[in-house]
C-alpha cells in the first residue's frame, strides 16, 4: 500500500464520482419538474446546519480515532470506528449529503444523495481488499461487527 493509498484511500475517486452525479442531478432536476421538499427556508437552513455539524463531528471524532499518519499500518476497532467501517465517507454519505439535498430543496437531491450509498459501496471495494490483505481474520470479523457507513445496530 502506497502512502497516497494509506492517506486517502479512495476518497478523491469517490468525490470526484459524487460531484459529477450531482451535476447530473443539478441537469436533471428542470427537466423532471420534482416538487421541493420543505417550503421553510429557515428550518431548510436550520437542518443543513444541524446535519453540517454532524458531520464535521464525525469526521473529527474519526481523524482522532485514526490519524492520517497512522492509516493502512493498524487496524482500529475503537473510537468513531467502533460504529462505522469508513467514518469519514460515513459521515458525508449520512448526514452531509442529505443535508444539502434539504438544502437544495428538490427531491432529485434526494434520489441523489441515496444513490451514494450503493456508489460508494462500489469505491471502497479495493480499499477494503486492501484491509482483508494486511488483516485478513481480524477484518472479517470487524466487519461482521460494524457496518460501512451506518452504524450497524443489529
Known sequence: MNSYQRIFGTGPRGTIISIALLGVAYWLKPMLGLPSIIKNKLLRYSLFGALSALT???????????????????????????????????????????????????????????TQHPVWHWNIEGEEALMRQYFPDEYDNYCQQTGRFVPRVF
Open 56 to 114: 464535521v463531528a464525525v469526521i473529527g471524532w474519526s481523524v482522532r480515532s485514526l490519524p492520517p499518519t497512522d492509516r493502512g499500518r493498524n487496524l482500529v476497532t475503537s473510537g468513531a470506528f467502533h460504529y462505522f467501517r469508513h467514518p469519514l465517507y460515513g459521515a458525508f454519505l449520512t448526514f452531509f449529503n442529505f443535508g444539502l439535498a434539504i438544502l437544495l430543496n428538490n427531491w432529485i437531491y434526494v434520489l441523489w444523495a441515496t
